[in-house]
Nanobody
Framework: VQLQASGGGLVQTGGSLRLSCAASGSTSSINAIEWYRQVPGKQRELVAKVTSGGSTDYADSVKGRFTISRDNAKDTVYLQMNGLKPEDTAVYYC?????????????????WGQGTLVTVSS
């Protein structure tokens, strides 16, 4: 599975951006897709997650402002970010949790997309 993240940019406080994560390859093996973000010098933080069953989860810091969704026809997951704050400034990465069967056993792995920079000016 390969992931291509896009949509980052510069926006003012209170503005909106929509990030996209396009998947290719064995997309039927994707169990969930997550968005993470990372600020230099800090650990990568889970922002939002959507499972193959459609369940979603969000970090407390983005609940009510960010929405994760997916377009199965396009194998693409979106992260709609509204009400952006300077503290949302980070490099955002998407990741796929993959579950495949090999020799009658489940094998879990993860694939990462390249990051996309989001900068929120005050």
């Amino acid at each position: 599975v390969q992931l291509q993240a896009s949509g980052g940019g510069l926006v003012q406080t209170g503005g909106s951006l929509r990030l996209s994560c396009a998947a290719s390859g064995s997309t039927s093996s994707i169990n969930a897709i997550e968005w993470y973000r990372q600020v230099p010098g800090k650990q990568r933080e889970l922002v939002a997650k959507v499972t193959s069953g459609g369940s979603t989860d969000y970090a407390d810091s983005v609940k009510g402002r960010f929405t994760i969704s997916r377009d199965n026809a396009k194998d693409t997951v979106y992260l709609q970010m509204n009400g952006l704050k300077p503290e949302d400034t980070a490099v955002y990465y998407c990741a796929a949790d993959i579950l495949e069967i090999s020799d009658s056993a489940y094998v879990a792995s993860r694939s990462w997309g390249q990051g996309t920079l989001v900068t929120v000016s005050s």
